[in-house]
C-alpha cells in the first residue's frame, strides 16, 4: 500500500500539488478545483467522499506510473466529471484543452443500451481502448486499480464477479503493454479480490 487509503481528500490534493506545482498547462491546480466543485456533495458506493477516487487516480498515475504530462494528469482529475455531473465535454475543452477533452471523452462511458449488461458494455468499452492510445489505457487501469482497491460495498455478489471477470479479461492484457508498474498493482489487487470473493 502506498498511503492514499489513509489520507483525507485535502491531504490527497495536497500531496499532488506539492509535487507538480501551479505552473502547468493545462493547470492541475485548477483540474483539482474544478473536481472539487463539480463533485461536491456526491458519494461513492463504497461511502466515500466521492473527489477522492479521481484524486488517488492521478496519484497512481504520477507516483506509481511515473507520469508528468499535465493532460493525463488533469484528465485523470476529470475522468468521471462528464459521467457523474452535468458537466459536459465542451466546458472540459475551454477550460483544459482539447488533449484532456479527448482523454475524458475517451473515459466517459455511455449509458447502458436496452437489454445489455454492465459487463458487455465494460468489455465493448476496454475494446474500443484499444484505438484510444496509451493515455486513455493507462488512465483506464489506475481508474479501475482505484475501483478494485475500494470496491468491498455497494457490489452485488454477481457484479463482483463480473467486475473481476472483466478486469482480469478485458483490461489487464491492455494495461502489461502500456505501464508495468501499474499492470502489477492491478494484477495484485485483481488476485486480492478473487481470493476474498472466492471467484
Request: proline share 4%; net charge negative; aromatic share 8%.
Amino acid at each position: 500500500m502506498i498511503g492514499f487509503y489513509d489520507l483525507p481528500t485535502e491531504e490527497l490534493a495536497e500531496r499532488l500539488l506539492k509535487s507538480v506545482g501551479t505552473q502547468t498547462w493545462p493547470p492541475i491546480h485548477k483540474a483539482i478545483s474544478f473536481a472539487q466543485e463539480r463533485h461536491a456533495g456526491q458519494k461513492r458506493k463504497c461511502g466515500s467522499e466521492f473527489v477522492g477516487h479521481p484524486l488517488r487516480v492521478a496519484l497512481w498515475i504520477h507516483e506509481v506510473a511515473k507520469k508528468t504530462d499535465a493532460n493525463l494528469l488533469c484528465a485523470a482529475l476529470l475522468h468521471d466529471i462528464v459521467e457523474d455531473t452535468k458537466t459536459t465535454l465542451d466546458e472540459i475543452e475551454d477550460h483544459f484543452g482539447p488533449v484532456v477533452e479527448e482523454l475524458v471523452r475517451a473515459l466517459t462511458l455511455p449509458d447502458l443500451a436496452e437489454g445489455q449488461s454492465k459487463y458487455e458494455r465494460n468489455m465493448k468499452g476496454f475494446e474500443g481502448l484499444r484505438w484510444a492510445g496509451r493515455d486513455a489505457q493507462l488512465l483506464r487501469s489506475a481508474d479501475r486499480l482505484d475501483n478494485l482497491k475500494t470496491m468491498s460495498k455497494g457490489f452485488s455478489e454477481q457484479r463482483k464477479v463480473e467486475y473481476l471477470r472483466e478486469s482480469k479479461e478485458g483490461l489487464l492484457p491492455l494495461t502489461l503493454a502500456v505501464n508495468t508498474a501499474i499492470y502489477h498493482e492491478l494484477d495484485q489487487a485483481i488476485k486480492e479480490r478473487e481470493a476474498e470473493y472466492s471467484v
